[in-house]
Nanobody, 127 residues
Framework: QAQLVESGGGLVQAGGSLRLSCALS????????MGWFRQAPGKEREFVAV????????YYADSAKGRFTISRDNAKNTVYLQMNSLKPEDTAVYYC????????????????????WGQGTQVTVSS
C-alpha cells in the first residue's frame, strides 16, 4: 500500500511563506502525477496544484497562481508546495495525492482522479 507523508505545515503570519513536502513510498514515484489539495473547516476539499510525472508541466487553481509553486524531485520521491504571500483564507489542512491517470494535467483537479492520499498537514495563517 502506498504511503504519502506530508510535512512543513504550521502557523505563519499573513504575508509569510511555508514550504510543504510530501514523501511517497511503496510506489514508483515517477509513475504518478502529484497534486496538492486543501480543506478548510466546513468546506469541501479543493484543488490547489498538480504537477506532471516528469515535472515539466504544472497547473494551479486561480487562488494559487502567482503565489504557490509546485515542484518535485523524482530522485527523492518528494513533491513540494512553496507557498508565498500567504493569506488568512489559505488556512486549511493541506493534502498531497498521487494519481495514475493519464491526460492533460489541467483535467486532474477533482479528488476523485487521485488514487492515494496523505494524512494532511495543517496550515494556519494569522491576520
Amino acid at each position: 500500500q502506498a504511503q504519502l507523508v506530508e510535512s512543513g505545515g504550521g502557523l505563519v503570519q499573513a504575508g509569510g511563506s511555508l514550504r510543504l513536502s510530501c514523501a511517497l513510498s511503496r510506489l514508483t514515484f515517477s509513475s504518478y502525477a502529484m497534486g496538492w489539495f486543501r480543506q478548510a473547516p466546513g468546506k469541501e476539499r479543493e484543488f490547489v496544484a498538480v504537477i506532471s510525472r516528469s515535472g515539466s508541466n504544472t497547473y494551479y487553481a486561480d487562488s494559487a497562481k502567482g503565489r504557490f509553486t509546485i515542484s518535485r524531485d523524482n530522485a527523492k520521491n518528494t513533491v513540494y508546495l512553496q507557498m508565498n504571500s500567504l493569506k488568512p483564507e489559505d488556512t486549511a489542512v493541506y493534502y498531497c495525492a498521487a494519481t495514475s491517470a493519464v491526460g492533460p494535467i489541467a483535467t486532474m483537479t477533482r479528488p476523485s482522479w487521485y488514487d492515494y492520499w496523505g494524512q494532511g498537514t495543517q496550515v494556519t495563517v494569522s491576520s
